[in-house]
């Protein structure tokens, strides 16, 4: 059934809903999003991309891939990763509609304003995640080259409730977990303290998300930017 729609989406050369549609229903997750201070400044947004970009997300015809009994970082299976990148964009519309509403200045503009990172420079990089049981994630923050972290989930089985990302205050100490929701996002910039991870736990089916991050020009894989050659200005 993925197949046949991803063909069939393909085939019309066209997503369901626009880069515009998606620009209008992610400024208004943003407007109506939940901040909180603890253990560090995140938000959390729902109703992030129009259903039927979900829908036709959730329709890409990709494998999930075996974690082959390792797991604890995503670079261990760096061969398996997908990603919103330029071939996948000229392959399917609806990674091309999400790329190009995440390159709008209009998005770039407000996550600047509203999250207070900068991005001039920066590039954007979706990676579209699918997780299978014994897959877990040890605490980090994502300092670094990237500037900007949104993890946007997306399946839609009424198990994964409890498949939220989980949230460390100082010292790797576990505090929270943020809600798993389908079209429901965890937000922050990447700072000394942004320690988040994922508890090994059963994880039936597959978790499906987007990681979305912008990144600066010391990133290395330029094979996995949405647009390599077109920083955000």
């Known amino acids: 059934m993925r197949e046949s729609t991803a063909v069939k989406h393909s085939d019309a050369e066209v997503a369901k809903s626009s880069a515009e549609d998606i620009v209008r229903t992610f400024s208004q997750s943003v407007a109506t999003g939940d901040r909180s201070d603890q253990p560090y400044l ?49 392959a399917f519309p609806v ?24 991005l001039d420079g920066t590039y954007l990089r979706i990676e579209f995640a699918q997780d299978t049981d014994g897959f877990w994630l040890e605490p980090h923050t994502d300092l670094g080259v990237k500037s900007f972290t949104m993890l946007l989930y997306l399946s839609r089985d009424e198990s994964h409730e409890n ?11 576990h505090v929270g977990r943020s809600p798993f929701a389908s079209n429901a996002a965890m937000v922050f910039v990447p700072s000394d303290n942004t320690f988040h991870g994922f ?35």
């Open 42 to 90: 995140h938000w959390v947004l729902r109703g992030c991309f129009p259903d039927d970009t979900i829908e036709d997300i959730l329709a890409l015809p990709f494998p999930a891939p075996s974690l082959e009994g390792v797991s604890g970082k995503r670079e261990l299976h760096n061969n398996t990763r997908r990603y919103f990148d330029a071939e996948n964009r000229k």
């Open 95 to 118: 990674c091309e509609a999400v790329a190009e509403a995440f390159q709008d200045e209009r998005i770039t503009g407000l996550i600047e304003k509203t999250f207070g990172t900068k």
């Open 163 to 173: 498949l939220g990302t989980d949230i460390y205050g100082p010292d790797k100490v």
């Open 199 to 233: 508890e090994k736990r059963p994880i039936p089916g597959v978790r499906v998300s987007l990681i979305i991050n912008y990144v600066t020009n010391e990133w290395r894989a330029r094979e996995q930017l949405a647009f390599p050659e077109a920083p955000i200005a």
